[in-house]
Structures are given as C-alpha cells and as structure tokens.
C-alpha cells in the first residue's frame, strides 16, 4: 500500500509507535500502541499524547485537519508491527460508538488495498467470533492479521 505518511519513531519491539501531527491545530503527539492480549493477540490503542499527564487519550477529537495522513501513519505502524510479530493478530475497537463506525468506515475504504496483504475479520456486538467483513453488517471489532 502506497500512501503519504508521517514519519514513525518506535521502539525496539514494534509495540509503540509516535510521530507528529502537524495542521490547523500546530503540532499534536500521535501513539499507537499495540497492547498484549493474549495468545499472540494486541489491542491496537490510538490518541493524542498528553505531555502534562503522560498518559494517551484515544476519546480526543483534534480535528488537525489531516485525518488521511494520520490514518494512513497508522497504517504504516501496522505493517512495521506485523514485521517482528509475524504470527499475531490485532484487534481494532473504536472508544465509542462513532468512532467505531468511523473505523469502519476507513475500513471499507481502503479495503481493495488493504486486503493485498492483511486478513481483515469483524465480530458483531454480542458475538464470539469473528467473521469475514460484510460492509452492510455494523461492527463492534475488527481482527487484523497478516497474509
């Protein structure tokens, strides 16, 4: 997938990732971070990053005005993360309900590209397993793993 991003700073094991988002709003923190589960199995976390409390929050809303430069950064991380975790699968939930139908949304999207190289499954609300996506059914998660 061929898309503009920022630059990414991680760490060593692939499981944090930041950069800059610079736009309307002047330069915002961007971390993603993919939090262990289970059994090979992350939780991607996302936000803006809070200097005075350290802490990320993935509910902030920052309207920077490069929201396809920002997702597609995200992308990006998942490509790097898949490098060294070769055999994991991430989990993608939004924090709310809106958010949620937005990843979605970006989902559908992008999916022509997106699916070249990665296994994208979904789970409805109340559900226990996941299943391949159907865009007119209305997701609570989404399940990423590499081809």
Sequence with gaps: MKLETYDLSSDNSSLVFSFLSIGSK???IKVIVYEYIKQNIYNL???DYDLLTKTISDTANSNNGD???V???VIKSLYLFFEKHKDSKVIVSGSSDIRTRLYQ???KEYYSEF???FKLEAKLENENKFER???S???DQFRISKK
């Design 137 to 139: 059914k209305k997701y």
């Design 26 to 28: 002047g330069v915002i």
């Design 115 to 117: 699916s070249t190289d």
């Design 133 to 135: 996506i159907d865009f």
């Design 105 to 107: 949304r970006i989902i």
């Design 71 to 73: 997702l597609s950064t």
């Design 45 to 47: 976390a996302f936000g």
């Design 67 to 69: 929201a396809k430069l």
